[in-house]
């Protein structure tokens, strides 16, 4: 079992449409984050959260440390939100800061 | 402020030959990153230096690849020789202070690698 899991895997959306992406983890972390990856390889860091609720234009990325559970949500979907969402936790590990672990990211087409 | 940058963009190689790739982190940025990042999959960490020193090349293809960053600040990630299965986007990343438990990682565009 991967330590994070994201779902779902693929989704299809219709612009204007409310989109929700899930990333539940298995490990102690400091941090998540939700980062943006486009066709061609770039990675853009959409938010990094340790707590609570973060907003940003139509974006907003939650976390419930207790349930190890996050959700990113993109309110009123446009084509250029198509890409792939990627949640990645900051791992605590004793004696050392730990790395990023990532989930398989979550391909999302939002259809015009 | 600048980003962090890769070159090639795109690099295209027969098995067996060596390639490398290189990367500027954002300027001041002490922690640099190596991902390799197969299609389908999240990235991978092959290796992490501070400044000019490896924390961590746990996950690294010793036997094949190779990275270094010399002066603690650009770093170059070498394949020797090269394998199908090593076709994947290599992701190099830097961030501030490896101390701090909410350094941000800032990525930057990858390169794109094609073993035929």
């Known amino acids: 079992k991967n330590e994070v899991e994201q779902s779902p895997q693929n989704l299809t959306a219709q612009e204007g449409e409310f989109i929700t992406i899930n990333c539940s983890y298995s490990?102690?972390?400091?941090?998540l984050h939700w980062l943006q990856q486009h066709p061609g390889g770039g990675i853009v860091s959409l938010f990094m959260?340790?707590?609570g609720k973060k907003k940003h234009g139509r974006l907003i990325a939650t976390i419930n440390i207790q349930e190890k559970h996050s959700s990113l949500h993109i309110t009123a979907s446009h084509p250029r939100d198509s890409a792939v969402y990627i949640c990645?936790?900051?791992?605590?590990?004793?004696?050392?800061?730990?790395?990023?672990?990532f989930g398989k990211g979550t391909k999302l087409s939002v259809k015009p | 402020e600048a980003g962090v940058a890769q070159s090639p963009r795109y690099k295209i190689i027969e098995k067996r030959q060596s390639v490398a790739f290189w990367c500027n982190p954002i300027?001041?940025?002490?922690?640099l990153y190596w991902y390799q990042q197969i299609l389908g999959q999240g990235p991978k960490l092959l290796i992490q230096?501070?400044?000019?020193?490896?924390?961590?090349d746990s996950q690294l293809p010793k036997d094949r690849f190779s990275a270094e960053r010399l002066k603690g600040v650009d770093s170059t990630l070498k394949i020797q020789p090269a394998k199908l299965e090593d076709s994947a986007v290599y992701l190099c990343?830097?961030?501030?202070?490896?101390?701090?438990?909410?350094?941000?990682?800032?990525f930057g565009p990858g390169t794109r690698l094609t073993v035929l």
């Open positions: 959260l340790s707590s």
């Open positions: 300027s001041g940025h002490a922690t």
């Open positions: 490990v102690g972390i400091s941090a």
């Open positions: 990645a936790v900051k791992v605590v590990v004793r004696g050392s800061q730990g790395n990023l672990i």
């Open positions: 230096f501070q400044n000019n020193g490896v924390v961590d």
């Open positions: 990343a830097s961030s501030l202070v490896r101390g701090s438990s909410y350094n941000e990682q800032f």
